[in-house]
DNA sequence: ATTTTTCATTTGTCTTACAATTAAAAGTCT
DNA sequence: AGACTTTTAATTGTAAGACAAATGAAAAAT
């Protein structure tokens, strides 16, 4: 037992600990400045590059910002969605692929999630959301399109449709599961058969949505789960046969 | 444009860009050591200070561990679900108590995601998810419990709940939506009246649960979403009465 | 009054050094 | 020979000091 914060754990560690916490209960709040680097080694009583160790750990967490200059330093960052969709999409990305998870279950919690979209879509989509939706139907149908734009249209309709719930929480909360699906789908083979039936599918939900009816559209997107469900197991199956 | 990696950004944050993106595209594999910060160091063109400010900044997302000694160093992590349910957590938290978010926003999206989950939970629950819910309720009911402790056994009853639904991936999506609201629910005064109320709902939630009733949990929740909202708006009202 | 210059402050980076830790390798004893 | 102990080399953790670069405020000049 050194002190009251000690762990088996990093200087810096522990003083970045020390100051997110203080962030997260709000004792410090959005856009304050934190003491200066030199002002901060005295406080914790360590040298000036364990400080900036444990401001660069908060910095990666978009906690802070930093600024050069008089008057700069580090300043409590306002958290915005552009950086937490980042954060979430990196970390659940990384979960997905680093786990070996099975792309049955990821699928479920995604269609599962997206499920949960559908009438909020129905009450609130705009004519933008229906536009984008139709915009990647529309490449979707490009002859030619390589596996990998295929997947990315894929995740930017799911986005879409996601958006249209008109709810910034919920778009944010399901950023992960959407985006981080992208790499476990390019695993997929898309036949031009696989696509052609997806793409009707995805007309289908854009259909229902911009007529503000939720029950076929929940249909449709159960159809769709299912179907991307049975083409990953396809994949699978070749895969593991090969072996 | 200094070199093909180069922004207006830190050295550090472009050396942890390089080596994030490599473990993101499965050009470093889980557990694989990383350079000894003297030779990466050396590989960058930058002084030992710099990379180990990048390497924080890796951990500080979990991308890697380190480890001292002899054939120590830093190793390519296996993100863990404790870990992501921790990043999502703290993200999820500060995006909301950030940017003054409407509380009733919070709790649509909270709530919609949640009722993606019932169906699955009928279908999977275990005798031990059941216990949670059933020990939470019961602790509910106790009487002088804080607010505080209401709060956090609430959160854990829809812990269970979402756990229930057997999808290690969706308990994940969810544990951010779920625990972030905890500061939210926090602001809000329970009479006994209201916590009586909830409570009941919880028991009825968990009793269709144990059922394997989807239909009358879904009832019972949307419910409890109507009935939060509401005692969110007069809390809001109350205060807004006062200035 | 406006523009320019100076200047102090602060972060960004480098260098050097040493402490702490750790696992392998070498050595020692039975 | 085998088990135990000691040494050693490699590596991260921490410290101290120095200088560069940026930046906004204050002072000076116009």
Redesign the pocket.
């Known amino acids: 037992m050194k002190n009251s914060q000690s762990d088996a754990?990093?200087?810096?560690?522990?003083i970045a600990k020390n100051i997110r916490d203080a962030i997260i209960d709000g004792r410090l709040i959005v856009d304050e400045r934190?003491?200066?680097?030199?002002?901060?080694?005295e406080q914790f009583?360590?040298?000036?590059?364990?400080?900036?160790?444990a401001?660069?750990r908060l910095?990666a967490q978009s906690l802070i910002r930093?600024?050069?200059?008089?008057?700069?330093?580090?300043f409590v960052n306002r958290l915005s969605y552009q950086e937490a969709y980042g954060q979430q999409i990196t970390t659940s990305t990384l979960l997905l692929s680093m786990n070996d998870i099975n792309i049955d279950v990821a699928c479920e919690a995604r269609f599962a999630m997206e499920r949960a979209c559908i009438a909020l879509a129905c009450e609130r989509r705009t004519a933008d959301h229906l536009a984008t939706m139709r915009a990647e139907i529309h490449r979707q149908t490009q002859p030619g399109l390589s596996d990998e734009s295929w997947c990315a249209s894929d995740v930017a309709f799911h986005r879409a449709l996601v958006d249209a719930a008109g709810n910034p929480v919920l778009s944010y909360q399901l950023s992960g599961a959407v985006e981080a699906m992208q790499p476990l789908m390019n695993m997929i083979t898309y036949t031009a058969r696989s696509r052609e039936k997806i793409i009707d599918l995805h007309a289908e939900i854009a259909d229902s949505v911009e007529q503000k009816q939720a029950t076929p559209a929940l249909e449709s997107l159960d159809e769709l789960s299912k179907y991307t469900k049975s083409l990953a197991e396809t994949t699978l199956a070749k895969r593991q046969q090969k072996k």
């Open positions: 754990t990093d200087l810096s560690a522990q934190l003491p200066s680097e030199a002002e901060l080694s009583s360590v040298s000036r590059p364990t400080v900036r160790e401001l660069k910095a930093t600024q050069r200059g008089a008057f700069g330093g580090a």
